[in-house]
């Protein structure tokens, strides 16, 4: 059983200006109603960031801190949010299943509406987002909804992402929004071991845009095992390969290399079936990716 330890603490500031980061230039602010993420990704980067409470990368997913005040202190912020752009969540999901309970997200999209932010751009995997798709819809032409959707495969999204919402549900939460009028990316990022062409076939129809990104931040991921066991996908020549080719396809640009993105796939489904690989290959592997590029792209 995991065991989750919940705190409700008084949050000092909401709204974090984004100077430094793959946000600054794109957003003035990160909101996180929440400190800590109990979905688990095993990659995930916020621990790089600890703080003085939680400084122990091993124990990410096993806390969350509640931002009570969190809706009270936009309200403090308002002369902020006025015409800014902001990212809502950077280091958390807003719609983990603490929401439930805490409907903080609900409460701070509700103070946003009233103060105007000229851009909004919700971050999730969950599909408790569509429980506030009426409240969203109201932020009209300044909403866009950036779904995490890393493989086609079940049981990598099992491995990687232990308690995060299933692919059923976040292709669901797609397709709903887009039915709803919502402006949709899918972020494949980082890029789990898949397979590209379901992959594709997935997500073309259900988005506008997408933003692929490598697997980084070795030193502070949970599951060095999952990238051993992995390290022939994650082998930095064929999953740059991958990414292209999955870039080109979902955003109907020509592919480049046709016959490298054929290899690729075929590559890709024989090393899912790989049961083993050595600690040194993946060890190798593994830093290298940290070169791999980001492709950030609206259709
Ligand atoms: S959902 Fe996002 S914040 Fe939460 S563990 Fe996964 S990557 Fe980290």
Known sequence: MNLME???????SILT???VGSLAGHYDYSLNPYAGCAFRCSYCYVPKFPSKR??????????VEVKVNAPDLIRKQRAQVFGSSIFFSSATDPYQYLELKYRLTRQCLKELLNYRPAKLTMHTRSHLILQDLELLKQFGDKLSVGVSFTTDDEQIRRDFEPGAPSIARRLQVLRSLKDAGVRTHASLSPLLPCNPERLAALLKPVVNSIW????RNLEINNR????????QFFEPSSYARV??????EITNRPHTHKSAAKKSNYDVAARLHQTQTTQEQGGKSADENQQLRLLLTNV
């Open 6 to 12: 919940v705190t409700e603490i008084q949050a000092t």
């Open 17 to 19: 200006p984004q100077k």
């Open 54 to 63: 939680h400084d122990d990368f091993r124990q990410w997913g096993k806390w």
């Open 212 to 215: 692929i990104d490598s697997m």
């Open 224 to 231: 060095k095992d999952l990238l051993d066991k992995h390290a």
């Open 243 to 248: 990414q292209e080719w999955l870039f080109n």
